[in-house]
């Protein structure tokens, strides 16, 4: 029952946005549907009711009941296929333009699908549903029916406009926080990281002057990378490659043959748009906590694929894995920090999973769509 509820729950985040991908299935998606539109039913026909009131009888609102809730349901499922169908057809960049700033041409937009879906649905619930009890009393004439569609679909456009825009406004409130925020963690260096490379440079200066002038190379081009990079919103997928493959060839000059990694990304993934420093935390971790937690050598591999119209990342290593003992306990704040940038951005569409690899080690799996 939990689950079920759950489900109905992840069907009602987004219920009046257009998404490309949903992760409520299509019944949770058809029930929330049905609620709505029996919600809208029965607040018109207690408002009808009342307004009926006022001529000295209530029973405009009754005898209307039956065809009144059946015609919303029918205006419901059309709404609910012509907007299934606008999701599945339309580009992103379209489906991204209406969840964007709700402006003038998006609220005409919304007005006048929703004109044409109430029209559609009042016209086949009288051929569908005609035979109903009270349906022969209800006026389908166009003077008073087709004048009453478009001023409620303005109106109620005008409504949604203004909603949609304080909740837009809002949510850039939030995402400017949260950059901002992002910005100041970009900014830092972890100095344990800093001092440790440092004095690995300086160990290394009187008997191995060539490593040391690598390994000081090498942190070099990290720190270019990272402050080229806490510089801009977005970055190429590349250019986030790029500063991994500094961050683990400095830190295979430091660990020695104790570390290997390997970067494998198809030229779609490379060219994807995503916030900036999303990837070397995960990285930090799987050698952090699971390569340097262990005697042996071990191998961490970032891969990234584009696949059914999202960007799949992964760091997977082959260290103790999640459920060993930790001789290095974190505190959880690199992937959480991970997962509120995803929230931020992107909501329910990117998400970030942990789970253990096979035969051993640990796999970090982020998902995010292809637009921001």
Known sequence: MNRFFNTLRAARKDFFKLRKHREAPSWAMWLITVWVALLWGVGLLVAATLLAGRGGSFTLGWDHALPFLATSLVIGAVFHI?????????????????NGEPGVLVSLFFAFSAMACVATGLGLAYLLLG?????????????RGWLSIAMGCLFFSVIWGLAAWQEWHEEQLKRQ???AE???????????????TLANVRS???FAPREAGEMLDAFTEHLRASLSSMRAELVPLDKELELVGHYLRLMQLR????????????????????????LQPLV???????????????HVQVLARVLAGQLHLCVQDDGVGLNAPKIRRGNGMAT???RQRLQSRYASRAKLQLEPASPKGTRATIELPLMP
């Open 177 to 179: 926080a949260g950059e």
């Open 204 to 206: 290394l200066i009187d």
């Open 131 to 143: 035979s109903l009890p009270g349906m022969g009393r209800v006026d389908w004439t166009p003077q």
């Open 284 to 298: 930090e971790n799987a050698i952090r906590h699971g390569v340097e937690s262990q005697v042996e050598s071990g």
């Open 336 to 338: 959480e920090n991970i």
């Open 255 to 278: 660990m020695g043959e104790r570390l290997t990694f390997g970067i494998d990304a198809d030229n779609d993934a490379r060219a994807v748009m995503l916030p900036p420093l999303l």
């Open 182 to 196: 992002l910005k100041l963690l970009q900014a830092q260096i972890e100095p344990h990281y800093l001092f440790n």
């Open 82 to 98: 012509v907007y299934t169908l606008i999701e599945r057809l339309a580009p992103q960049s379209f489906i991204d333009w209406t």
